[in-house]
């Protein structure tokens, strides 16, 4: 038996998530696909975090599960854009940067502050189609 060409499969994945989404953006009349990572939610009254759950929706386009705040975008016609938080921080494990063979197929933007990604993602926010929880939000 022949080990599956992972490279190849996830082009392929890819191609067909594209197609979707162009589809979707198109019957919406929308211009932009936007889907957050999500974000760490903290306990009431407390320093302590819940364990982080990837939104769903973002992990289907990358191989990502630990990072939250970071964000994909995606414009019919060009290539999907990450996001990618890696803040500078003295007490937790910061995430190493994108590294594999996916990240040929994204335009890759690190930032070190959450609300740094404001800047990357498309002005026109009445042109997106936000595949995320509320608490995501920037601005």
């Known amino acids: 038996m022949t080990s599956p060409d992972i490279p190849t499969l996830y082009r ?3 191609e067909t998530l594209k197609a ?6 198109q019957r919406a009349r929308l211009d932009h696909l936007v889907v957050p990572s999500g974000t760490l939610q903290y306990q009431v009254f407390d ?3 819940y364990p982080y759950v990837v939104n769903p929706q973002f992990k289907a386009w990358l191989p990502l599960t630990r990072n939250p705040g970071s964000w994909l975008v995606y414009t019919p016609r060009q ?9 500078f ?13 996916w990240t040929a197929h994204f335009d890759i933007v690190v930032i070190r502050k959450p609300e740094e990604a404001q800047q990357h993602l498309p002005k026109n926010a009445e042109r997106c189609a936000v595949l995320g929880e509320a608490q995501s939000a920037l601005g």
């Open 12 to 14: 392929q994945h890819l």
């Open 79 to 87: 290539r999907p854009k990450l996001i990618y938080l890696q803040p």
């Open 89 to 101: 921080d003295y007490w937790h494990v910061v995430p190493k940067a994108p590294s594999g063979d």
């Open 20 to 25: 979707r989404a162009d589809a979707a953006l």
């Open 47 to 49: 320093d302590r975090d």
